[in-house]
């Protein structure tokens, strides 16, 4: 009994001699905790900051009125406005296009009033983004119709002297007009000239609006609108009731369609009309 107990005491000193000169076994690596990917930080629309660098304009209501632009107030009078808004936009829409033109037969068609009653209707949908560019450069109406203070010439922004912001007031947060402040003499050669086209280029980059809404000269007073139409995607006619003749509709309307899209004709100052009808539109 002593024997095998010496025995196991001596093979238990063998093994604890061997683990001891037997080298340690490193230990694992500790596994690195993986981070995950930082996020990539949201790109902001560059055309956010530009929107914002318009000075914003307050509109006074009674002033407004008093112009017949009756389309930001939503009231029932403004619902023929809403019509043609809605009309025009589905049409562009669908077409892909961007530019369009307001022009008439001759002078005295209320084609600026139009123009804004349709931009300032446009601006009560949140998701549309439109600018409106005073390209009569004759007879610049805008500022005085808005009651805008008279300092900014858009014009030199289409002869590449200055910045479309500097030159634009912005209503709410999507609709931004360009004015000028006095008349231009070589109006015809800039609206067809090169720094024009690159104008309104850079400006649709940079904006990146729904719509591009351009008030032009009437058709048949000089050859301004001509010079610019190749420009647009395509154009509306103004005519007055009981002062625009047919003879003058259809030569405007031939002349446009020679270079441009005719999306239709409003029948605008119209005093007999059904009831619930307005603005006549094809």
């Not at 025009?88 to 829409?93: A, D, E, I, S």
């Not at 009569?136 to 858009?154: E, I, N």
């Not at 010079?227 to 259809?250: H, P, Q, R």
Request: aromatic share 4%; with cysteine; proline share 6%.
């Amino acid at each position: 009994m002593e024997r095998i107990q010496s025995a196991i005491t001596k093979a238990r000193k063998a093994r604890a001699d061997r683990e001891a000169e037997a080298p340690a076994t490193p230990a694992a690596p500790a596994t690195e905790a993986v981070q995950p990917a930082p996020r990539a930080a949201p790109i902001e629309d560059p055309s956010i900051a530009a929107w914002a660098a318009v000075r914003e304009f307050h509109p006074d209501a009674r002033h407004l009125e008093r112009n017949r632009l009756i389309s930001l107030s939503g009231k029932a009078s403004a619902v023929p406005f809403a019509g043609l808004r809605t009309r025009l936009l589905h049409l562009m829409r669908d077409k892909g296009w961007k530019r369009v033109a307001i022009t008439s037969p001759g002078p005295g068609c209320g084609k600026s009033t139009v123009a804004l009653n349709l931009a300032l209707g446009l601006s009560r949908l949140g998701d549309v983004r439109t600018l409106l560019i005073e390209a009569d450069l004759r007879r610049p109406a805008l500022a005085p119709l808005l009651g805008v203070p008279a300092k900014h010439q858009f014009a030199d922004v289409l002869a590449g002297k200055d910045e479309a912001a500097s030159n634009m007031v912005r209503i709410g947060s999507n609709l931004a007009i360009g004015t000028n402040r006095s008349r231009v003499t070589n109006s015809a050669e800039l609206l067809q000239s090169a720094a024009a086209a690159e104008a309104l280029d850079r400006i649709e980059a940079d904006y990146q609006p729904t719509l591009i809404i351009v008030d032009l000269p009437p058709m048949l007073a000089s050859d301004d609108a001509l010079a610019s139409l190749g420009l647009m995607d395509c154009a509306l006619i103004v005519a007055a009731a009981e002062s625009t003749t047919i003879a003058e509709i259809d030569r405007c309307e031939r002349e446009l369609a020679s270079r441009t899209n005719v999306v239709g004709v409003v029948l605008n100052k119209c005093r007999y009309i059904e009831k619930g009808e307005g603005y006549g539109y094809y």
